[in-house]
């Protein structure tokens, strides 16, 4: 197909070439015969008649002189028109490629944007879970320590009764026996529930690091798999 415009290009010029010298070579033939005519009418005019003849044929000699340079100049830009055609054929089809490849790399990257916004999508979800978990752990945390208080209470209030009854008499004996026993029934669930609230804080601790690191890498936590919220959940007697 280029060559078929190609070729009509270069012949549409050469037809373009010798009409326009076909039309100053019949001028001048007119002008020519015109002279003739009056140098038949006007011989004192017949020096002067020939020498513009000669004149406008040595002028008509040098225009189809130039005219053949012209066609040279127009071979010459026709060569590198054929030239500048090709190279700009094979452009298109670079940018053709080119733009294909584009083209991919768009609908890749889409379809990644895509992906990457289900994860951010999944992310979250995991982050209000976890956070929801989190603030179950916290209300538990905080009703053991003020159960503690309350055994510590109970405590104080027991060993300021001991102290009241260490001087009664036998019945008396009895009631501190029993006394002493839960005195120290509950100075055994003290130490627990400080061994327990110990424990419970480490462990809040490392799963609050592990929340921050998370969230600075956009990484999930599933509270079901995190030995932490395990721990906890076991020293809270969840299961």
Request: glycine residues 0%; hydrophobic residues 35%; contains cysteine.
């Amino acid at each position: 197909m280029q060559k078929i415009f190609i070729s009509t290009i270069i012949l549409s010029l050469t037809l373009s070439s010798c009409v326009v010298s076909k039309k100053k070579y019949d001028a001048a033939m007119l002008r020519n015969s015109k002279l003739s005519k009056e140098l038949s009418t006007t011989k004192q005019e017949n020096r002067s008649l020939n020498d513009k003849v000669n004149s406008m044929i040595s002028e008509f000699e040098k225009m189809k002189n130039e005219l053949h340079l012209s066609n040279a100049v127009k071979s010459d830009e026709m060569s590198n028109l054929l030239v500048k055609v090709t190279q700009l054929s094979d452009l298109n089809d670079q940018l053709k490629n080119e733009l294909k490849e584009t083209l991919s790399k768009y609908k890749s990257q889409k379809q990644t944007s895509l992906s990457v916004t289900s994860e951010l999508e999944a992310l979250k979800a995991d982050k209000y879970r976890l956070a929801k978990d989190t603030a179950s752990i916290r209300y538990a945390l905080k009703l053991s320590k003020e159960r503690f208080l309350k055994l510590e209470n109970e405590l104080k209030a027991q060993k300021e009764k001991y102290a009241n009854l260490s001087s009664s008499n036998v019945s008396l004996r009895k009631e501190y026996d029993t006394n002493k026993q839960k005195l120290i029934s509950f100075e055994q669930q003290l130490v627990e529930n400080k061994n327990k609230i110990e424990s419970i804080s480490k462990y809040f601790i490392e799963l609050r690091k592990e929340l921050l690191s998370a969230n600075a890498s956009n990484k999930a936590i599933d509270p079901n798999k995190n030995k932490n919220v395990d721990k906890i959940a076991k020293e809270l007697g969840h299961y």
